[in-house]
Every structure is written in structure tokens, then in C-alpha cells.
């Protein structure tokens, strides 16, 4: 599976972006997609997960109440909407796919490039 992600950019605070991830190759309903980020000088992080159906989704807390993850298997295509952003968003963003539906890093097999999320006053 080869991941597209796209839809960074710099917003104010309490602004909103679209992050997008685009699969094409294998079958990518097949995947859980997962999104990370690494905030500049830090480690990456879960940000938030979504499974292969679409019925499980998991999300770090920071971020409850202000991003939703969904997919659109028929276009092999999944989405992070951020809402209300705040300057500790600040990251460039990854999606993965990888089975099962986890918040590691390390047990995503595909990986997209980053998106760059910038989030200022």
C-alpha cells in the first residue's frame, strides 16, 4: 500500500484543517489507518486510529473532543479532522496502515510522507 497524505498547512488558533490520506495499491480497506505526528524536537506520537471498518476509532487524549478520524473505503481514502487547534498541534503529520488497529508506531507496516501542521497566534 502506498499512502498520500496531504492537506497540512498553518492555521491560527482555534482554526480547523482536513488532513487527507490517499492509498492506492493493495487493498486498503483491509487496513486499520492510523495518524501520528511529530512535533518539532520530539518523539512521534498516536494522534488517532481508525480500523478497517471504520467502527473502532481511538484517539489520543489531547486530542478528544477536537479531531475525528473517518474513512471512505470505496475511494481509498481516509481523513483527520482538527478542529479548535492550538499551537501544541504544531507537528508534521503521518498516516499508516497495518493491521491490527493500534496506537504504536511501530506495528504499522506502510507509512505516508508527512504533512506540516502549523498552528500560530
Known amino acids: 500500500v502506498q499512502l498520500q497524505a496531504s492537506g497540512g498547512g498553518s492555521v491560527q488558533i482555534g482554526g480547523s484543517l482536513r488532513l487527507s490520506c490517499v492509498a492506492s495499491g493493495e487493498a486498503f480497506g483491509s487496513y486499520a489507518v492510523g495518524w501520528f505526528r511529530q512535533p518539532p524536537g520530539k518523539e512521534r506520537e498516536f494522534v488517532a486510529v481508525i480500523s478497517w471498518s471504520g467502527g473502532i476509532t481511538l484517539y489520543h487524549d489531547s486530542v478528544k473532543g477536537r479531531f475525528t478520524v473517518s474513512r471512505d473505503n470505496a475511494k481509498d481514502v481516509a481523513f483527520l479532522q482538527m478542529n479548535n487547534l492550538s499551537p501544541e498541534d504544531t507537528a508534521v503529520y503521518f498516516c499508516?496502515?497495518?493491521?491490527?488497529?493500534?496506537?504504536?508506531?511501530?506495528?504499522?507496516?506502510?507509512w505516508g510522507q508527512g504533512t506540516q501542521v502549523t498552528v500560530s497566534s
Open positions: 499508516a496502515a497495518g493491521i491490527p488497529h493500534s496506537t504504536t508506531a511501530n506495528t504499522y507496516k506502510y
